[in-house]
């Protein structure tokens, strides 16, 4: 009995003690804290503060409330932006999900030089976007680009690539894909290495082939990172800049033109700082509802 | 009969990893060979893709012209300071945030994360004027805390939650105190942590583009915005624009060969990457 006591108030002064130190922990976040909210929290409030004036730089500054808004909602500059934003997010999503999944199963495969092959594999993802860019803008060219060349080796006619308004989409999608396959290919990787290994040995025990092991095994078990990957990608594929911007700066006309590209013209090419704003409080609205579409997703694939 | 099969699945496997790995490289060797090319050679079709004989000559070029050597002094100086500030501060915070399960804190910088990175810049761009820092480095600095300190303290929070408690606890008994813990226990067992998350904040904050393109002054350009001036403002042939994009990304490329384990760790651990 009084040892019980004893160890009640051992415990009591445990507890006492470690919510002392998380006290002190407190000070460790401190210098971080000061930095985010002045280079990430401060930004925030002050675009939803800049977003209810009709601001122009180094102009007029005039109070609209929510007129930006309004304005946005009914520019059709805006809502094309919006469309081809969705567009390209689709494409740039979809594709490098299969190529990442299959670049994932591949690489899980033990293989001659596969850690070689990796590193090669994951290149893209790290390098310098505008120097990517570079590179592909001059593949790109209609008459001495090296993929025209490719195409007519295989018998197909010559594409304009980013210079008609026809192809300008798909063909920045293709660059997308070639940068950020290997970030969807680590994430299920990482997903295939946490795999147990018992449910396949029972399985073969069972006279499963390899589909059905595929199929009623990895697949379920793998679903959850396949989400985390399709989030992550989507947001990437809807905040799409650097490629974008250097290749076509929006263009042919306003043929590449996404809600990012538009809101950088909106910045700093026409200075309406008060509208572009009120763009940047919507597309943060719009990845978010997107992120928490995705992430309800993840929890139903939970769930089941 | 079943080894031909065998044999057979066996070349498929091997002609489609090629085919997985061949766009990466290719676009890389590709470039290569854009540099090592004269302007004749280079706008030949059909494309001549060895160069024969090669030349330095692009090289040469980028380094005489367009104040090469003072954009990658800039380039060097930015994203040393603003990954030396992001560890400074961001893995005592990983390491708080770690110990005090402070979520709603690492939900925060998760948010920072999904947030465009132009988003932050009309705030920033019209407070630095009102400082009067436009035209030097620091507000480049600044704003690429933006990328690194998410970076550094997301990666730490993992690192330090993987630690086993029981030394630091020790350490607390003995008559340390929680920063001697921190600094002479956890920090030590974290080394591997830092560096991945040195690595990350570094590559991501080197490749950065838009905020110094807003930002830069004449003086003030980090490498990707003044190969792009390259592309859009001076007209420069293809030889020395693919030397120049070879220059600015070859150290990133180099970094990302020697230390690829740390990377994939890094990666794979909370999909982190720049804004």
């Known amino acids: 009995m009084a040892s019980d006591i004893a160890l009640s108030q051992a415990a009591a002064a445990e507890t006492k003690r470690r919510r002392n130190y998380a006290r002190h922990y407190a000070w460790f976040v401190v210098p971080a804290a000061v930095v985010v909210i002045a280079v990430i929290i401060f930004p925030w409030v002050f675009t939803l503060y800049v977003s209810a004036f ?14 930006n808004y309004v304005k946005l909602f009914t520019d059709s500059r805006f809502g094309w932006a919006v469309a081809r934003t969705l567009f390209y997010t689709g494409l740039a999503v979809v594709l490098p999900m299969i190529f990442g999944l299959a670049a994932a199963l591949a690489f899980h495969r033990k293989f001659p030089l596969r850690g070689l092959a990796r590193t090669v594999f994951i290149l893209p993802m790290m390098a310098t976007p505008v120097a990517v860019a570079l590179v592909w803008t001059m593949m790109f060219h209609p008459q001495l680009g090296v993929l025209n060349w490719l195409l007519s080796q295989v018998g197909l006619p010559p594409s304009l690539w980013v210079y008609s308004a026809e192809t300008v989409i798909p063909t920045l999608v293709l660059v997308e894909v070639w940068h950020w396959t290997p970030l969807v290919m680590l994430l299920i990787l990482g997903g295939l290495a946490s795999l147990p290994t018992d449910p396949y040995e029972a399985a073969k025990i069972d006279g499963a082939n390899a589909w ?8 379920p078990l793998l679903a959850p990172f396949v989400v985390v990957a399709l989030i992550i990608r989507t947001i990437d594929a809807l905040k799409a800049f650097d490629t974008i911007y250097v290749i076509t700066q929006g263009g042919p006309g306003q043929a590449s033109e996404t809600i990012n590209i538009f809101l950088y013209l909106q910045a700093f090419a026409f200075y309406n700082v008060g509208y ?9 609205a719009i990845i978010m509802l997107l992120a928490a579409l995705l992430l309800w997703t993840r929890q139903r694939v939970k769930a089941t | ?12 496997f091997g002609v489609s990893v090629l085919l997985l790995v061949s766009p990466a490289a290719l676009v890389f060797l590709w470039m290569l060979s854009l540099s090592l090319k ?27 012209r367009n104040d090469f050597l003072l954009f990658a002094w800039n380039s060097v100086v930015v994203s040393f300071s603003a990954t030396g500030l992001a560890l400074a501060i ?15 804190a690492a939900a925060l910088i998760l948010i920072a994360r999904i947030t465009p990175g132009l988003s932050y810049l009309i705030p920033l761009f019209l407070l630095f004027q009102w400082l009067e820092l436009t035209g030097t480095l620091v507000p480049i600095v600044i704003t690429h805390l933006v990328i690194t300190v998410p970076i550094v303290v997301w990666v ?14 020790a350490a607390l008994v003995d008559g340390a105190t929680i920063w001697q813990a921190f600094r002479y226990v956890a920090m030590p067992l974290a080394r591997p942590g830092i560096t991945v998350a040195t690595i990350l904040a570094f590559i991501f904050s080197w490749n950065n583009f838009v905020f110094a393109m807003v930002l830069a002054g004449r003086e003030t350009r980090t490498l990707p915005v003044a190969v792009n001036n390259m592309l ?25 060969l020697l230390a690829q384990k740390q990377i994939v760790a890094g990666l794979t651990a909370g999909g982190v990457k720049g804004a």
């Open chain 1, 276 to 284: 572009a704003s009120a763009v940047v409080v919507v597309f943060f």
């Open chain 2, 156 to 169: 730490m929070i993992s690192f330090f939650e993987g630690l086993p408690a029981e030394l630091e606890e």
């Open chain 2, 232 to 256: 859009t403002f001076e007209q420069i042939s293809w030889g020395p624009l693919s030397a120049a994009a070879l220059l600015v990304t070859a150290p990133v490329l180099i970094l990302t």
């Open chain 2, 90 to 104: 961001g893995v005592p915070a990983g390491y708080g945030i770690a110990k005090m399960r402070a979520m709603r």
């Open chain 2, 1 to 12: 009969m079943r080894k031909l099969k065998r044999t057979l699945s066996n070349a498929a």
């Open chain 2, 38 to 64: 004269n302007e004749l050679d280079n706008t030949a079709f059909p494309p001549i893709f060895i160069p024969d004989p090669p030349t330095l000559d692009n090289y040469r070029e980028v380094f005489a």
């Open chain 1, 212 to 219: 059905q092991a595929f199929r009623h095994i990895t697949m």
């Open chain 1, 54 to 67: 009709n601001w122009h730089l180094g102009g007029e500054r005039e109070w609209v409330g929510f007129g």
